[in-house]
């Protein structure tokens, strides 16, 4: 069996194992347990590229995130809810051998953060805010992490980490703005929607502008997996497609913090960046399923374009 083969089934299996382990231990719900509607849920997410047989650019990142549903109005009419994610995100050059500057296309670039979030939202419109804080470079340890992986589990050549961004920290506010249209209702519903994200701070400065088609079996908004909704157990299955243009002011990732630093190689960003998605979602009962594939165009001047795949297990509970 060669590597990319030994690392497409090595993945796979601790996908499943999270999926079905997680289930198999909630069998003895009773009935009215397994009726109540969650307020809670527990995500685990994994970006790679390898799946797709490529190491570069961004290549890899963990995600552990908590989500809440509010009883209770706090700040809105509509449904709130609470999100708490922590982070660990690595970006690597194409050439990971090479020990020489000079032979790099971008940095290695290496950020661990936590970033909490709110979003109200009704079954047209979705409205979020998210402030992040973290760290960069060797200290954020997102770099040794992955020359452990390399060593310990795919058992092969780790990245050489040369001319990595420094240490710095970070603090960033998000904002995202929803509105959306249905045109044909389940079981294969049809919908579409326009969104807004924009961001502010000493990591990322951008607004991108962005266009989401939906079909399938699929809640409403304020309850759908499309938008990381709690507050139903409806059946979910649908496929969407993703088009957005990121207009970038910043990317410390690539260009070190804005007040300057140490880092021994910087690049100026992209301006625009294409960015086109396919999401593969299942919601049933407790368990929420997603894959989806995201393209990138070059994030650095005379850079190539990247994919990367997105796994995803949820599991929601309380009530």
Not at 68 to 96: A, C, H, I, M
Not at 169 to 182: C, G, L
Not at 196 to 210: Q, S, V
Not at 282 to 290: A, I, L, P, S, T
Request: aromatic share 14%; with cysteine; glycine share 8%.
């Amino acid at each position: 069996m060669d590597t990319t083969s030994y690392k497409i089934l090595l993945f796979f299996s601790f996908l499943c194992y999270m999926s079905f382990g997680i289930s198999s231990g909630k069998a003895q719900e009773n009935i009215a347990d397994s009726l109540a509607i969650p307020n809670q849920q527990l995500e685990l997410r994994h970006d790679n590229d390898f799946l797709l047989t490529t190491d570069k650019y961004y290549s890899s990142g963990l995600f552990l995130t908590y989500r809440k549903k509010l009883k209770n109005k706090f700040l809105s009419v509509n449904d709130e809810q609470l999100t708490l994610s922590l982070r660990q995100q690595v970006y690597t050059p194409s050439n990971t051998e090479s020990r020489e500057l000079t032979d790099y296309d971008r940095p290695y670039a290496a950020f661990t953060g936590l970033q909490f979030g709110w979003t109200s939202s009704s079954d047209r419109w979705l409205l979020g805010i998210d402030g992040m804080l973290g760290q960069a470079g060797p200290d954020s340890g997102a770099g040794d992490f992955q020359r452990w992986y390399h060593n310990a589990v795919v058992i092969s050549p780790p990245p050489v980490w040369e001319g990595e961004i420094a240490n710095s920290f970070h603090s960033n506010i998000y904002a995202k703005v929803i509105r959306e249209w249905k045109f044909v209702p389940n079981p294969f519903g049809i919908r579409a929607a326009i969104e807004l994200n924009g961001a502010a701070g000493t990591k990322d400065m951008f607004i991108e502008p962005g266009l989401a088609l939906y079909f399938g079996r699929r809640n409403s908004m304020h309850q759908s997996i499309a938008c990381h909704q709690l507050g139903s157990l409806a059946r979910e299955i649908y496929f969407s497609l993703r088009l957005s243009q990121r207009f970038v002011s910043r990317n410390a990732l690539i260009e070190g913090h804005p007040s300057g630093d140490e880092s021994p190689l910087v690049f100026s960003a992209e301006k625009k960046v294409l960015r086109i998605g396919f999401d593969l979602y299942h919601r049933f009962k407790r368990h929420d399923y997603k894959v989806s594939y995201r393209y990138l165009g070059p994030e650095v001047l005379n850079n190539g374009s990247h994919n990367y795949l997105i796994l995803s297990y949820a599991y929601s509970f309380g009530s």
